[in-house]
């Protein structure tokens, strides 16, 4: 098993530049989530999936757009890039349903640079 | 919502002695209380979790408590080893929905 998946690994933007950050899992979880990492702000919770078809905002949502586009998939979108989206961005998987979505496996991350 | 306050910020220990990591939360529905350590450049990864029906719980050296009337719960580390060093994350949930809220992390440096 993979477990959790995310591409690319590294990007550079220039400011107003679109893209979608791609995440995949192969462990049948219901639930998957995306982060972004930020140095002494910790994990910030950008948006998160309970099911396949379903969405919700997170803690920082603003800027962003998510696509669950079946059960192992889930992408983020930055439609237009800002220097305040440098970040490293990390997706996670979870069974859910058991009350804070269980052990939540994470992906190596993308490493994001606007600039 | 809920808000997870952790601290210290960064904390450094001398190899063998015990480190502790304090958290405390906000929201009195939260029932799910999970640590996660991360190593340089590393992901996050599960290493304890604890839920609102027990006080304590252990595992060789690490043990987590929580204080659910003072809604505040500690991360206990004994025996401290070179491998400790990483950064580490509290992080609390209830049952309303399956996203989990973290603290801003804890640098743990351990002195040889």
Redesign the interface.
Do not use: E
């Given at each position: 098993n993979a477990g959790v998946t995310q591409t690319p690994k590294f990007q550079v933007l220039k400011t107003g530049q679109s893209m979608t950050l791609q995440c995949a899992q192969d462990m049948n979880h219901n639930s998957m989530y995306w982060y972004r990492q930020d140095p002494g702000m910790g994990l910030r919770l950008i948006y998160y999936s309970a099911s396949e078809g379903t969405t919700d905002k997170g803690e920082v949502p603003n800027g962003y757009n998510v696509s669950r586009l079946n059960k192992r998939e889930f992408s983020l979108r930055l439609e237009s890039a800002a220097p305040s989206q440098t970040s490293v961005y990390f997706c996670a998987s979870s069974p859910g349903g058991t009350g804070g979505g269980g052990e939540q496996f994470f992906g190596p991350g993308t490493r994001l640079t606007v600039l | 919502?809920e808000n997870v306050e952790?601290h210290p910020?960064t904390l450094s220990v001398q190899e063998g002695d015990s480190a502790v990591i304090k958290c405390t939360y906000s929201d009195s529905a939260s029932?799910?209380f999970?640590w996660?350590k991360q190593e340089l450049g590393k992901?996050?990864?599960?290493i304890i979790?604890i839920?609102s029906n027990v006080g304590e719980k252990k595992d060789q050296r690490i043990a987590v408590t929580l204080n659910k009337t003072a809604k505040h719960f500690s991360l206990h580390i004994t025996e401290t080893q070179p491998e400790d060093s990483a950064v580490y994350?509290c992080a609390a949930?209830?049952?309303r929905?399956?996203?989990?809220?973290?603290?801003?992390?804890t640098r743990l440096h351990i002195l040889p």
């Open positions: - | 919502g952790q910020s029932n799910y999970p996660y992901r996050p990864q599960l979790d839920r994350f949930s209830s049952n929905d399956d996203k989990i809220i973290f603290g801003k992390g």
